[in-house]
């Protein structure tokens, strides 16, 4: 079986799209203070708000987002992860969580993931079972992720906020052609 490199499709991509949300983030931020008024912040409903009744709100996708990066760096490079509170309430602090999360991304190298792809991952919540370490990368943790990243994406789409799929791409390294 061919090597996959964990390291090239999990913690760049990761880092790209965080650093993507986070400026997602910077327009949200002054969509939400050009509808406060006197009455009500609309920043607050904003991170609280969820598409359907049974779903998180904004702030827990952007924190589960985060979680699930760090999750991923750490599981597969053995890293301890650190300790995030779930204590956000404004933009500005769901900003710092990301960029907390990118700073430890920053710390996981690619020698760090090499060769872990048969490695054991357990998750706390499948108590007595595993994942390898490619199945957990490419089965779990990037989807979940993604599903975090894009559900906050449509929260803030449902609410007004200018942005499109460019904002949550975060660009793309094209090339001249020649």
């Known amino acids: ?56 709100d ?7 987002a985060c979680d699930t990066a760090k999750g991923c760096a750490g599981r597969l490079s053995g890293k301890e992860l650190p300790k995030f509170e779930d204590s956000e309430k404004t933009v500005l602090e769901l900003k710092d969580r990301i960029g907390r999360t990118i700073a430890f991304l920053d710390t996981v190298t690619e020698s760090d993931i090499a060769d872990k792809e048969d490695s054991k991952v357990s998750l706390p919540y499948f108590p007595g079972k595993h994942l390898t370490g490619f199945e957990y990368a490419i089965e779990y943790a990037l989807p979940n992720f993604y599903f975090h990243v894009a559900t906050a994406y449509n929260i803030l789409r449902a609410n007004g906020v200018d942005i499109g799929k460019a904002d949550y791409i975060g660009g793309l390294p094209l090339k001249e052609e020649v």
């Open 1 to 56: 079986m061919q090597k996959t490199n964990l390291y090239s499709i999990t913690i760049p991509q990761m880092k790209k799209v965080l650093g993507a949300l986070s400026q997602i983030l910077d327009k949200a931020g002054a969509h939400a203070e050009q509808k406060r008024n006197q009455w009500a912040s609309f920043e607050e409903a904003l991170l609280n708000h969820r598409l359907v009744f049974d779903q998180f």
């Open 58 to 64: 904004f702030k827990k996708q952007i924190q589960i």
